[in-house]
């Protein structure tokens, strides 16, 4: 009990040199109590250091639990009063971890009362309304974060991984004003075909770079695979959202003189072609310089290896149709061309404008293949004296090669007037012409739009698109198109590749589709442009690779480019200029911005 009273008596006194007897030694209580001293240091994040008055805010685990898993995550971010007017929506951000970093993007944002009060009653309303004097401090900003990679550096570059470390709480949250991390976080290539400027909500992204701005190119080598214009491009908008300006800004870009591509069995390089099937005369202007830019727009477009100017190697391709001339936008020089009848031997789905049944297309063929056994000329007007011939039409009708009403329902639709008036004209066969058509580095144009006859336009459109496809296609084709990379721009696509039921519009939509997978190793690069991408036929529109998406209010458009949900929601609101860009194979979807002035003339 003695030293009970002992320690009673020290605690009473407080006397701190009071001895502890154990046994028959003495210690001071600090002696017999000391410990190790041991510091908790903070980790450092020597990004941060000096500029965390940027940061939006810290990384907390107040509201919800912090975690990563392989199925997703949970990060929410506390933002700061004066920071909250900076964040939106889709805004990208950094969360340091000292050597990496997390790069995430904002994917949800919540206000939640910072005190337990009831804001939904009458009176505060009311007097709300009168004073007008919430204060932001008595609520929580909150930021949901998205997590997309982790960064982490390696030599002298930076590379990215999947998202398998949690941040720390406490972390501050901060703003991307690197231009290498964005391009890296997001996978966007440093240089290739330009598209325009990565954005988030409308507003092109800042950095502190040298230009600011941060550009988005698709992939135009072969480092990981085939350039991807050969895996093809879907451009789609409603009508007035800038659909042409912005592509002939994307084409002007396939002219550079240094956009060199294989060319097949060989080791040669060459500048592509670009052939644009133009309903609009909207692309002939290609030849000519956009005479509004300015010497400010010329030097952002130099550091951003933007190309701009007219392309004077430029042709227009006119169509000789009876009773109708070109008088349209191009300068450019101009050669006229016929259609052969003599095409229509191996491409019967030529006389599909003027619309048939099925079994008058199968009666059509046999009437056509026999036609081309006899000897003479094989022109539109002998067909016709031909199929109109009383005997021709007893022998295949007593025969039952042909039923009677088919028989007389083909006559019908030869004579179609659309037919007389294009076929055979006063002009150079365009089957003879196709070393003029395609050279390598020329914009070839072919208008449609002086011609108002919508079965003449179809007629010429599918017949370059079977002259282009055929020859890519075959192992005899003509060496002028075998041997040269060509960009097809295919204006009103969804016209010629519809989803239908008709046989000859299957076949042509399956020897189009035939291209599409091919493109890759013949140097065929498609780029179609429509309003209505639901309408093109799926087995088409699952080979396009990078898919281009203006404002569309079109329920079953959207539907149809099956894009992310967040993304997808937006694509009604996107205003002028502004887009989605799916292309798994170059970048994650991100939205851009398209330049503000057209690097060559548009009206």
């Not at 009063?81 to 919540?110: C, N, S």
């Not at 093809?232 to 592509?247: E, I, R």
């Amino acid at each position: 009990m003695r030293m009970d009273k002992d320690i009673l008596a020290y605690a009473a006194s407080g006397n701190r040199d009071t001895r502890i007897i154990t046994g028959t030694e003495e210690t001071t209580v600090e002696e017999r109590f000391s410990f190790e001293e041991y510091e908790v240091t903070a980790e450092k994040h020597s990004d941060t250091q000096g500029n965390t008055g940027e940061a939006f805010g810290i990384i907390t685990t107040g509201i919800e639990t912090l975690e990563i898993t392989e199925s997703g995550a949970t990060i929410t971010g506390y933002i700061n009063t004066e920071k909250r007017r900076d964040v939106r929506l889709g805004t990208y951000v950094i969360v340091p971890y000292g050597e990496e970093d997390l790069f995430a993007r904002i994917w949800k944002i919540q206000y939640k009362q910072e005190f337990a009060v009831d804001d939904a009653t009458e009176i505060h309303s009311r007097r709300m309304l009168r004073s007008n004097t919430t204060d932001e401090v008595d609520y929580k900003f909150l930021a949901y974060l998205d997590p997309i990679c982790i960064l982490y550096p390696r030599g002298n570059s930076l590379a990215r991984r999947m998202s398998d470390r949690i941040p720390r709480p406490n972390t501050p949250i901060m703003p991307v004003k690197d231009k290498m991390k964005i391009q890296t976080g997001l996978n966007i290539p440093r240089e290739g075909i330009f598209l325009g400027h990565l954005s988030v909500g409308g507003e092109v992204v800042m950095t502190q770079a040298v230009p600011p701005t941060v550009p988005y190119y698709l992939r135009n080598d072969y480092s990981m695979g085939d350039p991807l214009v050969f895996r093809h491009m879907l451009v789609c908008g409603s009508t007035g959202t800038g659909k042409t300006f912005f592509t002939k800004n994307i084409l002007r870009q396939f002219i550079a003189q240094e956009n060199r591509y294989n060319v097949r069995g060989t080791d040669a390089r060459k500048n592509p072609c670009l052939v644009i099937l133009d309903p609009q005369d909207e692309y002939s202007q290609m030849f000519e310089d956009n005479p509004e830019l300015t010497q400010d727009d010329e030097f952002r477009f130099r550091s951003e290896k933007v190309d701009f100017g007219g392309c004077a190697n430029t042709r227009t391709f006119v169509a000789k149709v009876d009773g109708q001339s070109y008088n349209g936008r191009s300068r450019a020089q101009q050669l006229e061309f016929t259609i052969p009848f003599e095409m229509v031997r191996n491409n019967s789905w030529l006389m599909a404008p003027v619309g048939m049944t099925d079994l008058q297309y199968q009666g059509v063929e046999l009437l056509l293949d026999d036609f081309f056994k006899k000897a003479g000329e094989h022109t539109y007007n002998r067909f016709l004296e031909h199929i109109s011939d009383d005997v021709t039409r007893d022998n295949y009708v007593e025969s039952g090669k042909i039923h009677e009403a088919s028989y007389d329902g083909i006559v019908r639709r030869v004579r179609d007037r659309a037919l007389s008036r294009v076929f055979d004209q006063p002009a150079r066969p365009i089957d003879r012409m196709f070393e003029e058509i395609i050279k390598t580095g020329q914009v070839s144009v072919f208008p449609t739009e002086y011609i108002s006859n919508t079965r003449i336009r179809d007629l010429i459109t599918l017949t370059l698109m079977t002259i282009i496809v055929d020859n890519k296609l075959s192992t005899s084709g003509e060496n002028a198109i075998k041997e040269t990379p060509i960009v097809l721009a295919l204006d009103e696509a969804h016209r010629y590749l519809a989803r239908t039921t008709g046989e000859h519009s299957r076949r042509i939509v399956s020897k189009f589709a035939d291209a599409a997978r091919q493109g890759r190793k013949e140097g065929l690069g498609l780029c179609l442009i429509t309003q209505d991408p639901q309408d093109i036929d799926d087995t088409v529109f699952k080979q396009v690779n990078t898919r281009i998406i203006l404002n569309l209010t079109n329920d079953a458009a959207i539907g149809a480019l099956k894009v992310k949900k967040e993304y997808e929601k937006r694509i009604p609101y996107l205003k002028k200029g502004q887009m989605i860009v799916h292309s798994p194979d170059n970048s994650d979807m991100v939205e851009i911005m398209g330049l503000q002035s057209c690097v060559v003339k548009h009206i």
